[in-house]
């Protein structure tokens, strides 16, 4: 199995940029569909980028302005962040899993996430 450990969070003004990392331990991270997912306060955990296979998948949300990428060697995924704004708040997960999914059920390995702010 893989653990998963987020970082990278933060509080940002409306229009900049984070960077978040997801180190993957005990497996290759290529070895699985890896997904970014997010929770706002009272809202369902939200499907926002994957990376399968060297194929990435966006929300409409957040595609143009997020980016998801994979570095082998250090065995981390990473969602590089631009233009953010306040409706992107929530505690952002990685997760990893075999399918090629945009459902949180579908993954079965998570991080603790990492929380994002931004602010207006």
């Known amino acids: 199995q893989v653990q998963l450990v987020e970082s990278g969070g933060g509080l940002v003004q409306a229009g900049g940029s984070l960077r978040l990392s997801c180190a993957a331990s005990g497996r290759a991270f290529s070895n699985y569909a890896m997904g970014w997912f997010r929770q706002a306060p009272g809202k369902e955990r939200e499907f926002v980028a994957r990376l399968s296979g060297g194929i990435t998948y966006y929300a409409v949300s957040v595609k143009g302005r997020f980016t998801i990428s994979g570095d082998n060697a250090k065995n981390t995924v990473y969602l590089q962040m631009n233009s953010l704004k306040p409706e992107d708040t929530a505690v952002y997960y990685c997760?990893?899993?075999?399918?090629?999914?945009?459902?949180?059920?579908?993954?079965?390995?998570w991080g603790q996430g990492t929380q994002v702010t931004v602010s207006s």
């Open positions: 997760a990893a899993g075999s399918l090629r999914s945009m459902r949180p059920i579908e993954y079965d390995y």
